[in-house]
C-alpha cells in the first residue's frame, strides 16, 4: 500500500469516511438514513475531499457524482429514497427472475457465478474475522463475505493500522483488497450499471472501486 499518499489526517479520515458511507448504502438504509444521506451525509465530507484535490482528485470526483445524483432529486428526495428502497430488494434481496446483482464475492468468483452462497470466498472470510477477533453481528446473519463484512474488515485494518503505526495490518489491507476484493466489486460495479435504475448504487460501486484502487495500489 503505498501509504505516502495517505500520509495526513484528513485524507485518512477521508478515506475512512467513504468506507462508512460505502458500508451503509450497501448494508441497506431505510428512508430516513436515505434522507439524512442526501440531506447531510454527503455534505459532512465537503471539508475533506474540497480540501484535497490531489492525489485523491479522482475519488473526489466520483463522491462528487454521487452529490450531483442526490441534488439532482433535491424537489422530492422522499420520492428518490422510496425508489432506492425498493430498487435495494429487487438488486440485492428477492426478485422473481432471480437476484441480479448479489452482494457476495462467492457469487462473483470464477468458479462460482452461480449465486451460490457460502463458498470459499465465504469460508476465506470468515478466518480472516477470527483472525483478528472480529465477530459479524446483527439480526442479518449475513454470510461474511457479504460487502457490508468486507468492509468493516477494511475499516479496521486500515484504521488499526494508522493508529498503532501497523505496517503489518496496512500490508494485510493492501493484499485483501487487491486480491480478493477488488476484482469482484469491479464486476459488482458493472452489473450495477446495468440494473440499477436509481443509481445510488452504481454510483456508490464507482465510489468504492475508486477507493479500493488507491488501497490496492
Given at each position: 500500500m503505498n501509504d505516502s499518499m495517505f500520509s495526513d489526517e484528513t485524507s485518512r479520515l477521508f478515506l475512512l469516511c467513504t468506507?462508512?458511507?460505502?458500508?451503509a448504502?450497501?448494508?441497506?438504509?431505510?428512508?430516513?438514513d436515505c434522507l439524512a444521506l442526501c440531506e447531510d451525509g454527503l455534505a459532512d465530507l465537503h471539508p475533506l475531499y474540497k480540501a484535497d484535490k490531489g492525489n485523491l482528485a479522482e475519488l473526489c470526483e466520483k463522491i462528487a457524482e454521487l452529490e450531483?445524483?442526490?441534488d439532482s432529486h433535491a424537489e422530492d428526495r422522499s420520492g428518490f429514497c422510496q425508489?432506492?428502497?425498493?430498487?435495494?430488494?429487487?438488486?440485492?434481496?428477492?426478485?422473481?427472475e432471480g437476484v441480479p446483482v448479489p452482494l457476495y464475492a462467492s457469487c462473483h468468483t470464477a468458479g462460482h457465478r452461480d449465486h451460490q452462497v457460502m463458498a470459499a470466498p465465504a469460508l476465506a472470510m470468515q478466518q480472516r474475522l477470527n483472525a483478528v477477533g472480529l465477530k459479524t453481528s446483527g439480526e442479518s446473519n449475513e454470510p461474511p463475505d457479504h460487502i457490508s463484512i468486507q468492509l468493516e474488515y477494511l475499516y479496521y485494518l486500515l484504521s488499526t493500522g494508522w493508529r498503532d503505526h501497523d505496517e503489518i495490518a496496512l500490508?494485510?489491507?493492501?493484499?485483501?483488497v487487491r486480491n480478493d476484493m477488488l476484482p469482484w466489486v469491479e464486476e459488482?460495479?458493472?452489473?450495477?450499471?446495468?440494473h440499477d435504475r436509481c443509481g445510488l448504487y452504481a454510483g456508490t460501486a464507482g465510489v468504492l472501486t475508486t477507493l479500493l484502487k488507491y488501497v490496492a495500489a
Open positions: 468506507i462508512e458511507l460505502s458500508t448504502v450497501f448494508r441497506g438504509l431505510a428512508d430516513t450531483q445524483l442526490c425508489l432506492c428502497s425498493t430498487e435495494y430488494v429487487r438488486l440485492f434481496v428477492s426478485n422473481r500490508e494485510n489491507a493492501a493484499d485483501f459488482l460495479k458493472a452489473k450495477l450499471e446495468s
